[in-house]
Every structure is written in C-alpha cells, then in structure tokens.
C-alpha cells in the first residue's frame, strides 16, 4: 500500500509510464489492502485518475467495495459501469455481494437473484454462488430448484449442496448427497466432517472416517485430512479421550504395516491437533509426552506447548520449553512476553520484549497492554512514543490499551490526545468507542462521552450503553442514568448484570428507594439475571440510608450465598448513621471474622456506642481494639496514611488524627 501510494505520487501525471499494468496492479491492491481511511482515500483516488477505464479497473474497485460489504456503494458503482465494461466477472462479484451480506437477509439474496436472472451469459461460479446464497440463507428448497437446472456441475456445486443442508441441520441428507457426488475431493470429506462436528453428530463423523477408510481418499491423504479435523473438533469441545481414539487408528511411521496404503499415516497436523487437545483439557504431562514422541516438529508444535503454560501461569515451565526452541518465531516470543504480563512479572515480559529480534504490532500491543494490566500506565506511554519514533503504524489493539490507560490515570487530555489519532489513523469500531465513553466517563467528561455514544448511532452494543449509564451513575446524574437505561430497553437491547449494578447504584445516589426495589425485582423476574453481591450491596445501601434496616437484615439472611465484607459494610455504615447499635453489633462481629486483622469495624461500632452512651459497651470495643491494634494509643486504619487515637481515660469517640505512620 505504501509502495504503491509513493509510486502514484510519481507516476500519477504522467501518461506514458501510467500504464495499463500499473493501474490494474495499483488499482487491485488499494482495494483490497487492510482497513482504514487511508486504502478508500487511496482507493478513490486511483480509480479517478485512471485514463482510460477497462474491465479489469472496475472489477477490481468492485471486488473492495464488496470485500469492505459496502453493497451500496458497489451496485452504485455496477450501476454506473458502461455496458461495455460488464464481464461476467463484474455480475458475480454483484452477486456475491448481495448473497454473501448477512445485514439485508432474504430481500439481499433477491436481488443478487435478479441479477443473476438479469445476466447476459452465466459460468459456473455464477450457478455456484447463487446456490450458496441459497444455502447460507437456509432457503435449500430454491438452492435445490436452481441445483437441477443446471447442465454442468462440478465439485463445487455438490460441496454448495452438502454444506447447505449441514447449515440447515439436515445431517442426513448432507450424507446422502456426499455419497451421490460423482467425484470427491479430500476438501469434500472434510467439509462433510466438519459440518457434522458444528451440529453435533460426532457418531455419524466417525462412522463417515470409517466408510472412507477405503478407496480413493486413502491414497490421496484425504482420510487423513479429514481424521484430524475431527481430532481438533473433539478437542475443542474436551473430548480428549475421543480424539486419542482417532488419533491412535491413524498408522504413525513406525507403526506402518505391510501392505498399508501409504497415504494413511499420521502427520504433523495429526500430532499437533492432539496435543493441543491435551493443552486445552490441561494435561500437560500427556501433551509433553507426545510432543516428545514427535519425529518431526515444526514451530506451530513448540508453541502449542509454550501457549498451554502461558495460559495455566506457569512461566517457568513455559521459559523452559521457550528456552529449548531451535527457531523462536515472533509469536514464541510475544506469548513470553503476554504470559509475564500475566503474572505480574513485567520486568521479564519488558526483556523478552527487548530480546525480541522481529517485533511486529502484536509485540507492542502485548507490552504495551501489559504495562497496562500491571498499572504501569507511563511505562505504557513511554513505549507508545517509542513505538511511534521507530515509525511501527498503531492499530484499534494499541488505541484500545491506551485510552484504558488514559482511564487508569483519570488523565483527560492523555484520553483527548488519543482521542484525536483515532480519527486521524484509523476506523473507530464499537469496541474503540466503547473504550473512548468508557474513558471520557471516568475522566468526568461525561457530556463528551455523551457526544461519542450519540455518534455511535447503530453501532452501539450493550458493552456501550453499560459503559454510558455507568458514567452518569458514578458521577450523580442519577436521573440521566435511569432515563437511559429506560431507553436502553426501549431500543430492546437486553441488560446485563454491570447495567443493574449502575441502575441501582444510581437509585441510591438518588434516594429512590421505591425504583431499586422495583428494578432488583424486574432483574430477576424479567431479565432472568441472577442477583451477585454488587446488587445486594446497592439494595442494602439504600434500605439502610432510609432506616429499613431490619428489612436490610432479612435481605442478607436470605441471600443465596454467604455475605461479604461489602455486604457487612454496608449495613454497619448505615447502622451507625441512624445509631442502630443491634444490629452494628452483628455486622461488626460478621466483619472481624472476615477480617480478622482489620480495626475498622471496631471504630465504627465505637462511635456507634459511644453517640448513644453506652459506655459499657464502648468501653468492651475499646478493650478490644487495645488488644487488636498492639498499641496503647494508637491503631492504624488499613489503606491511609492515618491512625486513630484515643485518650487515657473512658473512651468517647476515637477520632482520626494525621500522623507520621513511620
């Protein structure tokens, strides 16, 4: 793409070496390369400035635009082409554009149908797409119709049939038509097997590999093409022992019989579908001994291995085998530097990132989100300007790592400064703009995280109308919360759980006792969402500040699960707002056990006792602190620079007083 831009620039007026070549090649790469404004920019461009326009020319500005799914504006431009210039190439790209376009449903397929109806002399690819359209649209009655009209079919064709009625979950007759097709490829047998895994018939697989184990798909290496697709199909679902099965009824080398068709036999994908089937099930000691039985490994085998470790945090045995590696690739050494980050150890992901001898985007993004994860966010800064300086273009990956940084440090320009190259650089996606109202929100900035969410328009997802609805909860627009989360179902987007931590946290804020009582039922009753401690916190806040805390109390006996020191907070901060000196007792009982080491509690059950004179009481908290705290004077308050002191004599109140805690 940058190749070709800077030869444009030199070439552009210049009609004797702006040649035919040139613009075909020029113009088939800036339609098909990457994502962003700059190839469109390009795109347009180059196809203006051609001369003289052929066939070649407006096929290959079609095929980006179909590419991109942008079907309005290529049968905008279809529609402009001189008649001409239409090939049979140009009607199937149209068509394939409107079948293969899943946002239009049916009326999509139509019209790619009409034009298939409309056009002068069809080939093969042309039957073929339209009877994949048919099929991915789960329409096989008019794939079917369309199947029988024609008079020349080829492999394709069938395999269009087969995968239709797999889509449509008919297993049986996908089977009956593989078995018609006249000729089969090993992509057939594998299609077929594939298929039957994404509906679940794994017995018909199997007893499909075992009709197969004779005839032409032996020789060819077909069978066992299509054994390891059901090897790795197991695997993914953990059927480890399955797969071993399969795994085992392939020949390896030094198990080959006489007489043995040679096409049978394991290979390299055979082995590494297995073993990743152990590294997904987290049998590490089956997989490393089959890795060790290996022949032959390639680096995709070594990786398996080391990504296995890196998920399961075990970084030593993942250095080891990294350690090992004849030929490190760039993936080796960014899961080395992903997995540090994991654990926390950012000093060694930050070396392997160093060491690392070809870095690509995915290196930066790994140690630049890693920096981030572990709270370093000016490391993370720092190696964004760095990465800028070596002239490494950054991609939605790295924007996304530093607006959460931008989030992280609560910095709005750094948030605004980003901000600004993600509309310069790149095409902001939903999870770019989520990011950015995240980060406008947490900032503060909520009127400007209102204006992206508004821009979003369509474009929003649930993750978006969380993230707006958390903003105005967590900084007092509790009505603008509630109003939007009323919107929020009137756009018939369904709420997730983090929605009614913020609706009720908003409740809160706002006093409205009467709506979160009202919003916690319709949560369960209505959404089916199962209440989790955020949401009795949020309840049980509010019930306390109105004084019900009794009712407070009857909502934490019956919670599913045993209450936390959250839970526990929360009453006892509203016990000790309305002097509740029962029912502080019990929840600053229920808050020591839970946190044996903490004196908080202590303190305000205190001044719980103390506001209402009895001194009695205060006086058994004040023994008690004196005993936690290890202190005559003083007990230090977990998580602040402060200590809490009292006097000599009957105690009153403890009081916070600024100390040096040295």
């Not at 993370?380 to 991609?395: C, G, H, N, S, W």
């Not at 328009?457 to 939007?484: F, P, Q």
């Amino acid at each position: 793409m940058i190749y070709c831009a800077a030869l444009l620039e030199r070439t552009l007026f210049c009609p004797f070496i702006f040649s035919t070549l040139l613009n075909r090649t020029i113009c088939h790469i800036a339609a098909n390369d990457g994502e962003g404004l700059d190839c469109r920019k390009w795109n347009k461009r180059v196809f203006v400035d051609i001369p003289q326009r052929n066939s070649m020319n407006w096929n290959s500005m079609l095929s980006g635009y179909v590419k991109n799914k942008e079907i309005s504006r290529a049968r905008k431009l279809f529609d402009e082409m001189p008649e001409r210039a239409k090939d049979v190439v140009s009607w199937n790209l149209m068509i394939k554009g409107y079948v293969s376009c899943h946002g239009g449903g049916m009326r999509y397929v139509d019209e790619g149908k009409e034009l298939f109806d409309r056009m002068p002399e069809r080939d093969l690819v042309s039957w073929n797409t339209m009877i994949s359209g048919y099929a991915r649209a789960r329409r096989m009655d008019d794939a079917l119709r369309l199947f029988n009209r024609m008079s020349e079919k080829d492999v394709v064709t069938w395999n269009a049939m087969v995968t239709g009625f797999l889509q449509n979950g008919d297993a049986d007759r996908a089977i009956e038509w593989f078995k018609k097709m006249p000729k089969r490829e090993a992509s057939s047998l594998s299609a077929l097997i594939s298929g039957l895994i994404w509906i679940n018939e794994w017995d018909k697989a199997t007893n499909m590999l075992l009709d197969c184990r004779e005839g032409d798909f032996v020789e060819k290496g077909g069978l066992v093409q299509a054994y390891n697709t059901l090897i790795a199909g197991h695997g993914q679902k953990g059927r480890v022992d399955d797969a071993r099965k399969l795994f085992d009824q392939i020949p390896s080398c030094r198990q080959e019989r006489v007489g043995e068709k040679v096409g049978f036999k394991r290979n390299l994908i055979s082995w590494n579908a297995m073993i990743m089937a152990y590294v997904k099930v987290g049998d590490f000691i089956a997989a490393r001994e089959l890795f060790y039985q290996m022949v032959k490994r390639d680096t995709f085998s070594w990786n398996t291995m080391i990504s296995g470790y890196v998920k399961a945090s075990n970084m030593e045995q993942a250095e080891q085998l990294f350690s090992q590696m004849p030929n490190p690739d760039t993936v080796s050494w960014n899961m080395m530097v992903s997995g540090y980050s994991q654990v926390g150890n950012l000093k060694s992901a930050l070396d392997f990132f160093i060491k690392n001898p070809e870095k690509n985007i995915f290196s930066w993004n790994s140690v630049i989100a890693g920096c981030d994860t572990n709270g370093d966010y000016g490391g993370a800064v720092k190696l964004f300007i760095q990465m800028r300086t070596e002239q490494v273009k950054p991609d939605k990956h790295t924007y996304s790592s530093l607006l959460s940084v931008a989030t992280g440090l609560a910095t709005l320009d750094l948030g605004r400064q980003i901000h600004q190259l993600v509309t310069k650089t790149i095409f902001a996606d939903t999870p770019i703009n989520n990011s950015l109202v995240t980060m406008y929100s947490r900032c503060g900035a909520v009127a400007e995280a209102r204006g992206v969410f508004d821009e979003m328009g369509m474009r929003k997802d649930v993750i978006t109308w969380n993230a707006m609805i958390g903003g105005y909860a967590s900084h007092g627009y509790a009505t603008l919360a509630l109003e939007l989360f009323e919107a929020m179902k009137g756009a018939r987007v369904q709420p997730t759980f983090i929605t009614f931590i913020s609706v009720l946290n908003a409740c809160s804020q706002a006093g409205l006792l009467n709506e979160a009582r009202e919003y916690f039922s319709s949560m369960v009753s209505e959404f089916g969402i199962k209440p989790r401690t955020e949401h009795f916190v949020a309840l049980v806040d509010i019930l306390g500040r109105h004084g019900y805390l009794e009712e407070a109390m009857d909502l934490i006996n019956n919670m599913p699960y045993k209450p936390d020191k959250a839970i526990w907070g929360a009453l006892l901060g509203a016990c000790r707002m309305h002097n509740y000196v029962k029912l502080a007792r019990v929840a600053s009982e229920a808050l020591s056990k839970l946190e044996p080491e903490s004196s908080a509690s202590y303190v305000l059950l205190h001044n719980t006792f103390a506001d209402v004179e009895q001194w009695e009481d205060a006086k058994e908290i004040y023994i008690a602190v004196h005993g936690i705290s290890g202190t005559k004077r003083c007990i230090r308050i977990q998580g602040c620079n402060a200590k809490l002191c009292y006097p000599d004599i009957a105690p009153r109140r403890f009081v916070a007083c600024r100390h040096d805690t040295t």
